[in-house]
């Protein structure tokens, strides 16, 4: 079975940093995109940053020059450093593993984890 532990959410000032880890298992990690996504109080979900197999990145506006996607295969895990955080970054961050369907595999998402960005 394939499952997504997220860790490091937490409440932070704004202007300060904080690091969103995502270990995955039960999978081979390195030949999948991988994908950060959020989801603010009565906001719909929005992809944040994805990184794929071989390392091509991309993000959403909102985030760019602020937020690094990184991914540490020998560790099947994927990063998401923050700095520079607003009270608009609130939200609950999620994980998501971009499944293959000619290779039986679906998307597979993480429980969800809280950012708080308040003074």
């Known amino acids: 079975q394939v499952q997504l532990v997220e860790s490091g959410g937490g409440l932070v000032q704004p202007g300060g940093s904080l690091r969103l880890s995502c270990a995955a298992s039960g999978v081979i990690f390195s030949v999948f995109p991988m994908a950060w996504y959020r989801q603010a109080p009565g906001k719909q979900r929005e992809l944040v940053a994805s990184i794929s197999s071989s390392r091509i990145i991309n993000y959403s506006d909102s985030v760019k020059g602020r937020f690094t996607i990184s991914r540490d295969n020998a560790k099947n895990t994927v990063y998401l450093q923050m700095n520079s955080l607003k009270p608009e970054d609130t939200a609950v961050y999620y994980c998501?593993?971009?499944?293959?369907?000619?290779?039986?595999?679906?998307?597979?998402w993480g429980q969800g984890t809280q950012v708080t960005v308040s003074s």
């Open positions: 998501k593993l971009v499944g293959r369907t000619d290779w039986g595999v679906s998307d597979y």
